[in-house]
């Protein structure tokens, strides 16, 4: 970032006075993945490659599992997106004719175990399972097994298993969470238990509350080593989470793989995942799942920069360039669409807010003005953003002065590169990145991106450190001041 140092020297009453400033270049938003991708999720077809990492809430989807045909040569991540609602909350229903009983979990051989039934009023994976809970001294851990019905008793096959650690339940009532060892397809309207087993003794147990709210179900008491079970009025508090299964499938990885489920892929380093089918190597399951980021630029962030764009000035109405133009524009809000016309030259002296849809045309280019320096410029559009053939976008010259196309747009084309274009970041949090026929690009974040045919996108390192300015002259914070006489 740049550093400046400024010296002010004053004189009264024959005393001089000089006032010595060192001031930096704020710290912008730092793009830390090649590219890095919202619950839509991410695909790469056709030969197309990334050169960098990628982090997902979404799946990742591949077309082949050779270098070069569908490829990420560094590490990949894809964490589980947010599960669906739960078939009933942990809420405590006092309120009548809601009668709230607390139930023993391992206290005697009688109700050594507990087993609770249910069904989901839609298809869907099973993602975790959360019990309203509480143990009583040190009780053994308890292990949840996922039944199939057998004629109304839990002693149908055995469908996923999970471990409920004594250390992850509180000594007061609380929701404990169990993630499954496989996400198994729940059926819409099929009947299945959720069986907890643990051992027994008479200090040292667990409790869960019931209640008579949930029609869909009964809770019994039993043991799962002599499968006798009795039946109470009651239902045992529980959520039920469906859905927000990612994967990684079908693409070759060069560095590591991380996520829930991993298929029909090759991975060069380590593979860390819960369930693997058709990959060129098992699971580790010791990494757990990782969990998902927000996107590097805050709504906030963007906001704050329309704002200093307008206070630069305001075009109200369409903005045209013509074909074979050279033209400087910004800072400056635009109050409509902006049009660049074919083998055009667009200067980019400050930074562009569009209201409305931006179209680049064939052959153009926008770049940054060489007083970027090392810093990024952008241009922000609410509409879509799409980059005709053979279009580029060129920084300042400088190492790190990058230029980058951003959208607000939730639009299924939010950014669309329609081929051979070069060059840039591109950036659309709420909607979809298409990027076709040979493109190559610097970095991608968005909520949806799919990479066609060959087209690459070659991740810069110096996109870690990354600094967003509205224009050359960017934002300064003092970092040292000194008063001599």
């Known amino acids: 970032m740049t550093r400046k140092d400024i010296s002010s020297t004053s004189i009264l009453n024959n005393i001089n006075k000089i006032l010595n400033i060192s001031i930096k270049q ?13 619950q839509g999720g991410l695909t790469v077809r056709g030969s197309a490659d990334i050169i960098g990492n990628v982090y997902s809430n979404g799946p990742i989807k591949g077309d082949g599992l050779v270098t070069g045909n569908g490829s990420i040569s560094g590490n990949v991540t894809v964490a589980n997106s947010m599960p669906s609602d739960p ?31 249910f069904t989901v009023p839609t298809t869907g994976a099973l993602n975790k399972i959360v019990v309203y809970i509480r143990r009583i001294g040190l009780p053994s851990d308890i292990t949840l097994k996922i039944v199939a019905d057998n004629a109304g008793e839990p002693t149908g096959a055995i469908l996923a298993t999970g471990t409920l650690k004594r250390n992850g339940v509180q000594t007061s009532f609380a929701n404990a969470d169990i993630r499954p060892n496989v996400n198994i397809q729940l059926l819409s309207g099929v009947t299945y238990w959720i069986v907890l087993d643990t051992g027994v ?37 529980f959520g039920i989470y469906t859905g927000g299964i990612n994967d990684i499938n079908s693409i070759y990885i060069g560095g590591n793989a991380w996520s829930n489920t991993v298929q029909s892929s090759t991975i060069t380093g380590s593979l860390f995942c819960q369930t693997g089918v058709g990959n060129n190597k098992s699971c580790n399951t010791s990494a757990g799942l990782p969990q998902q980021v927000p996107m590097p630029i805050s709504d906030a962030t963007i906001l704050g920069w329309k704002n200093e764009i307008a206070l630069s000035g305001t075009h109200t109405g369409n903005y045209t360039i013509g074909n074979s133009q050279n033209a400087s524009l910004g800072p400056l809000k635009i109050v409509g669409d902006l049009t660049i016309g074919i083998s055009s030259t667009v200067t ?21 003005t060489p007083s970027y320096g090392s810093n990024d410029g952008f241009i922000i559009a609410d509409g879509k953003i799409t980059a005709k053939l053979s279009s580029v976008l060129e920084g300042s010259g400088t190492a790190g002065g990058f230029i980058m196309l951003l959208t607000t747009s939730s639009s299924p084309s939010g950014i669309f590169l329609e081929g051979s274009n070069r060059g840039g970041i591109l950036y659309a949090p709420n909607g979809t990145i298409d990027i076709l026929g040979r493109s190559r690009v610097i970095s991608a974040t968005g909520y949806n991106i799919n990479l066609n045919d060959s087209s690459q996108l070659i991740y810069d390192y110096g996109l870690s450190n990354s600094s967003f300015t509205t224009g050359p002259a960017g934002t300064f914070e003092i970092t040292k001041w000194r008063e001599s006489y």
């Open 26 to 38: 704020t710290a912008g938003n730092s793009l830390n993945y090649g590219v890095q991708v919202g």
């Open 87 to 117: 078939l009933q909350t942990a809420v405590l229903n006092t309120a009548a004719p809601y009668v709230t009983i607390t139930k023993e979990l391992g206290r005697t051989t009688a109700d050594q175990d507990l087993a609770q039934s």
């Open 201 to 237: 003794n008479s200090s040292s147990f667990y409790q869960v509350l019931s209640n008579n709210f949930y029609s869909g179900g009964v809770l019994k008491s039993g043991n799962t080593s002599t499968n006798i079970w009795s039946a109470g009025i009651n239902d045992m508090y």
């Open 348 to 368: 980019l002296t400050g930074g562009l807010w569009v209201t409305g849809d931006i179209i680049i045309g064939q052959s153009s280019k926008v770049k940054l």
